[in-house]
């Protein structure tokens, strides 16, 4: 489900860097996406506030979703070493 970016009509991507999943492993690289910004291969970087309202929604929920997530791989891997 690509997001269309609102200037060009392209695609839109979130921000991604290795150096994030270096540092952090796979949690960093969760978190950099999730707070990243969002990316037009055309355009550069879009604030969300230039999407319409309903996929300003999915893109909240995406990142809740994506920030859970982190969380929750944190917490099993804590589980998971203290045993």
Do not use: D, N
């Not at 979130?14 to 952090?24: D, G, H």
């Not at 910004?37 to 055309?42: D, F, R, S």
């Not at 319409?52 to 070493?81: H, K, M, S």
């Amino acid at each position: 489900m690509a997001i269309a970016c609102p200037r060009c009509g392209g695609t839109v991507s979130r921000a991604y860097s290795s150096k994030a999943q270096v540092a952090a492993g796979l949690v960093g690289a969760m978190f950099y996406a999730a707070f990243g910004a969002l990316q037009c291969k055309t355009c550069g970087k879009i604030p969300r506030s230039e999407f319409p309202t309903e996929v300003q929604t999915r893109l909240a929920l995406t990142t809740t979703a994506l920030i859970v997530g982190a969380v929750a791989l944190l917490v099993v891997c804590f589980v998971v070493l203290a045993k």
